[in-house]
Nanobody, 118 residues
Framework: QVQLVESGGGLVQPGGSLRLSCAAS????????MGWYRQAPGNKRELVAA???????NYADSVKGRFTISRDNAKNTVYLQMNSLKPEDTAVYYC????????????WGQGTQVPVSS
C-alpha cells in the first residue's frame, strides 16, 4: 500500500512558477514509476510528466521546456517544477505511482489545485 500526499498548489499569475511535491509513504519508493497528471474542469485527466524508477523522464508536449519532474528517493518524494505558467495550465494536479513490476498496482494522491490567473 502506498499513500501519496501532494502539496504546493495555489493561485499563481501567468508567467509565474510553482513547485509541487508528492510525498509517498508505505512502500519502497524505488519500486514505483511516478507521474503527475492534471484534470481541468470538463476535461479528461491527462499525463503531464512521468519519471521512471531509473530516472528517465517523459513530458506532455504542452509542458516541454517549462515543467521539470524529479524524484528524491531518499525522501520518497517526487517534484514538479512548473515555470512560465499559462492560464491553460489551470487544473487539479494529481500524483500517481505505479509499480514497476506489478503494473496493475496504481495509487493516486488526492490532488492539489493550481489556478493560473491574474
Amino acid at each position: 500500500q502506498v499513500q501519496l500526499v501532494e502539496s504546493g498548489g495555489g493561485l499563481v499569475q501567468p508567467g509565474g512558477s510553482l513547485r509541487l511535491s508528492c510525498a509517498a509513504s508505505g512502500s519502497i519508493f524505488r519500486s514505483y514509476h511516478m507521474g503527475w497528471y492534471r484534470q481541468a474542469p470538463g476535461n479528461k485527466r491527462e499525463l503531464v510528466a512521468a519519471i521512471f524508477s531509473g530516472g528517465s523522464t517523459n513530458y506532455a508536449d504542452s509542458v516541454k521546456g517549462r515543467f521539470t519532474i524529479s524524484r528524491d528517493n531518499a525522501k520518497n518524494t517526487v517534484y514538479l517544477q512548473m515555470n512560465s505558467l499559462k492560464p491553460e495550465d489551470t487544473a487539479v494536479y494529481y500524483c500517481r505511482a505505479n509499480h514497476v513490476v506489478a503494473t496493475t498496482i496504481v495509487y493516486w494522491g488526492q490532488g492539489t489545485q493550481v489556478p493560473v490567473s491574474s
